[in-house]
Each structure stands twice: as structure tokens, then as C-alpha cells.
């Protein structure tokens, strides 16, 4: 089977944005009141996901997509710890929703309700309601909650052993992937995620994150922003900090996404880390709804950059499925139950 590691809740209904613009604007002070979640209809829900995210599935010949929260919209630089934790427990709730209705074709991934207060306490009682409670099988772990400036400490930092226990007690993994930008120097999709991917790899070699947590798992998406395209950099910068190689340093436990938009940046990435630390997705639907007028095909159909590696059967597997079940073991147990 063809699993998507890297899939958003990207069509969301009306009613749901209309509610968060309404939070937003009373957190900021220009609204007149609180306003209540309206609820969104299962209909409504269904029909979203139908015509985008089931119907690309189908016809680009994907089998399963991880699906998770906007993450532009996750806001963490706006509001106070319990904005976020309501924000988060409703769009996780959406995803669950939607898991539950369409089993066979999705898993969630969870939004944590991190915070310009830096309290993880939230964060961790969610990150447990949605494994436990909901059946989720990850999360998404913004780096910069201040939503491009750094207010928060390096991923290695003890700040986060919190977080990181957690997810090796629950065994789920965890996915790189920031918010919103608040500055206008850095576009959000096409600056501040590939910044943040490459900040992040970095943050890992400076650190010895892995000696605490062995069995912890991280996914650095969009290919892994610079990394490997700059690989000898950081093995130098590597050996100048007297840290091993990355291969030992890193790559038991950090793995990328094929959220590469052309064929030579796949060849790269293929080349570069290897098919053992690479994980098949396409952020349906993601940064780029366009038709590659290259191609023909849209820039986020990445399977077809894959096929056109001409793989061998094994290998294809490990991209497309096996890696996947390996960094995600609860879907895997999940699968399993499915007879997948």
C-alpha cells in the first residue's frame, strides 16, 4: 500500500474559519465577545473531504494519508495557553471526525497547543487525550511557536524532555513543522517551513538529543528543507563540533519526507540520505496547488517523482509503506487490526 505521511485538513468548512477569525479578533481585542464553536454538520464534513483530499487520494493512486490540522493555521504566536489548548481540541476533534468516518483512508496526527508562554503542560494533556482517546498516531511539533523568531530553545534543549518522554511513552512520533510567520521578510510556506527544517537539522547536530531518547522519532518534512542538499556543510559543521557522523548522529532517528516538487530535487534527496530515512508524502493539500506546466502534473503529485526512480520492489515498499509502519507503530498496530 501507498501511505502519505504528510497530509493537512487544508479544506475546511466555512463555519470553522469564520469561528477562528471571530477567537482571533476577541483575543486581539477587536471582537465583541468569546464566540462558541458552531459545530459543523457530518454531511458537511464529509462532502470536504470527498471532493479534495479522498478524491486526489484516488486518483493519484494513494492508499492512506496521515492527516493533521492546517498547520499555517495553528497560530501558536497568537493568544494564551488556553486559546490554543480550545484551538487545538477543536480541529483535532475534526480530524477524528474524519478518521472516523473514513478509516480506511486516514490516521490522525494531532496539533499540540504550544504557546508564546512556553507551558507544556497542555501540550501534553492533548498530545494524551489524542493518542489515547482519539487513536491518533503522531503530532506536529512546532520549533517556533513565536512564528519566526525564535523565541523558543533549540530542539535539543532540556525545555522539551517533557514532550519527548511523552511521545517515547505513547510511541508516536513526532513531525518538524512550524505555524504561521509574523514576519513579512519570511513567506510563510515557501520561507519559514524550509527555514525551520534546516534550523532544526542544524539544532540536532549541535545537540545529543538521541543519547537521552534512543527510541525517539522525528520527521523533518519538505524534504528536509536545505539539509540535504547542503549535506557536506553539515558534515563538516559536524566534525568541527566534534560530533559523529550523521549517519550515526542522526539518521536512527530522523527521517525526511518526499515533499520535494521536482524530479531533480528527489534524485537529490534519494541520493544524498537514502531510501531508509525516507518516508513517501505529499502535503495534500499543501503549499503548492499548481500544474507544472514542465509536466503537466501538479507539483504536489509526488509519487510520480518516486516512480520515475525506477526502484526496486524492496525499496519501493520501505519508501511507499514499510518505513512509515516503522516510525509510526501505532498505525502499524492499526493496520494490522484492518488486516492491511
Not at 178 to 192: D, I, N, P, Y
Request: aromatic share 10%; glycine share 10%; proline share 6%.
Amino acid at each position: 500500500m501507498i501511505i502519505d505521511c504528510h497530509g493537512h485538513y487544508t479544506s475546511e468548512p466555512q463555519d470553522h474559519h469564520a469561528f477562528r477569525k471571530a477567537q482571533v479578533e476577541f483575543i486581539e481585542g477587536t471582537g465583541d465577545a468569546m464566540p462558541a464553536y458552531p459545530g459543523i454538520a457530518d454531511d458537511v464534513l464529509r462532502a470536504t473531504i470527498e471532493q479534495n483530499q479522498l478524491r486526489l487520494q484516488r486518483e493519484r493512486g494513494t492508499d492512506l494519508t496521515i492527516l493533521s490540522p492546517r498547520a499555517s493555521g495553528m497560530g501558536h504566536h497568537i493568544g494564551s495557553a488556553s486559546n490554543n489548548a480550545e484551538w487545538s481540541r477543536i480541529s483535532n476533534d475534526l480530524i477524528a471526525r474524519i478518521v472516523d468516518m473514513f478509516p480506511a483512508n486516514f490516521a490522525g496526527v494531532c496539533q499540540l497547543p504550544q504557546s508564546m508562554s512556553g507551558d507544556l503542560k497542555p501540550v501534553l494533556a492533548e498530545l494524551e487525550r489524542c493518542v489515547v482517546e482519539l487513536g491518533f498516531v503522531g503530532c506536529n511539533l512546532n520549533p517556533d511557536p513565536s512564528g519566526g523568531f525564535w523565541s523558543a530553545p533549540p530542539i535539543h534543549d532540556r525545555y522539551w524532555y517533557p514532550l519527548f518522554e511523552k511521545l517515547v511513552e505513547l510511541q508516536v512520533p513526532a513531525m518538524i513543522h512550524v505555524s504561521g510567520s509574523c514576519s513579512a521578510c519570511l513567506h510563510t510556506t515557501g520561507a519559514h517551513y524550509i527555514n525551520a527544517d534546516t534550523a532544526v537539522f542544524m539544532q540536532l547536530i549541535q545537540g545529543d538529543l538521541f543519547s537521552a531518547f534512543p527510541d525517539l522519532k522525528l520527521i523533518i518534512p519538505h524534504g528536509g528543507g536545505a539539509a540535504p542538499y547542503h549535506w557536506g556543510r553539515y558534515r563538516g559543521l559536524a566534525m568541527m563540533l566534534d560530533r559523529p557522523g550523521l549517519g550515526e548522529h542522526l539518521l536512527r532517528n530522523v527521517y525526511f519526507d518526499s515533499c520535494v516538487y521536482h524530479q531533480a530535487g528527489i534524485d537529490t534527496l534519494f541520493r544524498v540520505v537514502g531510501p531508509s530515512n525516507i518516508l513517501f508524502g505529499s502535503e495534500l493539500l499543501g503549499a503548492v496547488k499548481a500544474i507544472d506546466p514542465e509536466t503537466g502534473f501538479s507539483f504536489d503529485d509526488t509519487r510520480r517523482y518516486i516512480d520515475a526512480l525506477s526502484l526496486d520492489e524492496a525499496v519501493r515498499q520501505a519508501v511507499f509503506e514499510g518505513n512509515a509502519r516503522k516510525v509510526y507503530p501505532r498505525l502499524d498496530t492499526r493496520l494490522k487490526a484492518q488486516g492491511r
